[in-house]
């Protein structure tokens, strides 16, 4: 007897990204001081030097906020560098409000929206996945850090889903269980595109270690506290792949495989 193949949740389209928060901080201060500048420079005219530096200074703070697409792409690490700075320096503020997540996850969110638009019409053919190994159920011996298809998808876990989507796509992609081996793997790989899931705060080292690379995040559900039996959406993972990479060209020669039961 045959059984129909396994469907995987829909992927849909990607959500929109909430970004407002750090677009507000990272563009809208720097213009703010800019304007502010501009008005004292006209009327205190013995200081107007100094105020016309201001307004630069302003405006050369805000001016990377504004470069898309290609641009983007290439001038990405010294982006990175200056957003990353600003995040971390209001982290401390933001975590006393209790807004550390929201936070982080707008910062993530306005370079998700960078990265959207770069590989809206141009995508990307070589792409890295990178998970980590907490989304594994933390009670199953499994190998599947030597081996994805180590998983006997058992549905304990999004492992399986997850095997299957990658299966299906022929995605490139890594499960780790330490930080520093995921950046090694980025930069041995030198990806055009990379796709990580993680929980906010690797989110954010990642984004910042690895400024040159383009990177897409999806951040982890933690519904038992960090780094034990996490989740994540593979709806929107596989959104993000459909929406930002090249399938490759054999993939519409692949059957799905059906079980005989
Ligand atoms: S789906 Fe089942 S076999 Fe696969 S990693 Fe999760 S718990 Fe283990």
């Known amino acids: 007897m045959k059984t129909s193949p396994r469907t995987l949740p829909d992927p849909g389209t990607l959500p929109a990204e909430r970004y407002g928060a750090f677009l507000v901080v990272r563009r809208g201060l720097p213009l703010l001081v800019a304007a502010g500048a501009w008005l004292a420079a006209l009327f205190h005219v013995a200081g107007r030097g100094w105020w016309m530096l201001l307004v630069v200074a302003g405006a050369a703070a805000a001016w990377p906020t504004f470069y898309r697409g290609a641009a983007y792409l290439r001038n990405r690490a010294s982006i990175m560098r200056w957003d990353g700075l600003c995040v971390r320096s209001l982290r401390p503020l933001a975590k006393r409000l209790g807004r550390e997540e929201a936070w982080i996850l707008s910062f993530c969110a306005w370079h998700n929206h960078r990265v959207r638009e770069a590989f809206a019409t141009r995508k990307a053919r070589r792409v890295l996945v990178l998970l980590p190994h907490c989304i594994q159920w933390s009670r199953c011996a499994a190998?599947?850090?030597d081996d994805l298809?180590?998983?006997y998808d058992c549905g304990k876990c999004v492992v399986g889903d997850f095997m299957l989507a990658a299966l299906a796509g022929r995605w490139n992609s890594r499960i780790t269980n330490r930080s520093h081996k995921a950046y090694r793997e980025a930069r041995?790989?030198?990806p055009e595109l990379l796709v990580a899931v993680s929980c906010t705060d690797r989110l954010?080292?990642?984004l910042v270690k690895l400024p040159e690379t383009p990177t897409y995040v999806i951040p982890l559900a933690l519904p038992h506290g960090m780094c034990v039996d996490t989740d994540f959406s593979i709806a929107h993972?596989?959104?993000?792949?459909?929406a930002l990479v090249q399938p490759p060209p054999e993939l519409s020669r692949i059957q799905p495989l059906v079980r005989e039961a």
């Open 143 to 145: 190998a599947i850090l």
């Open 204 to 206: 954010l080292k990642g």
């Open 237 to 242: 993972l596989r959104a993000a792949m459909e």
């Open 149 to 151: 298809q180590h998983c």
């Open 188 to 190: 041995e790989q030198r």
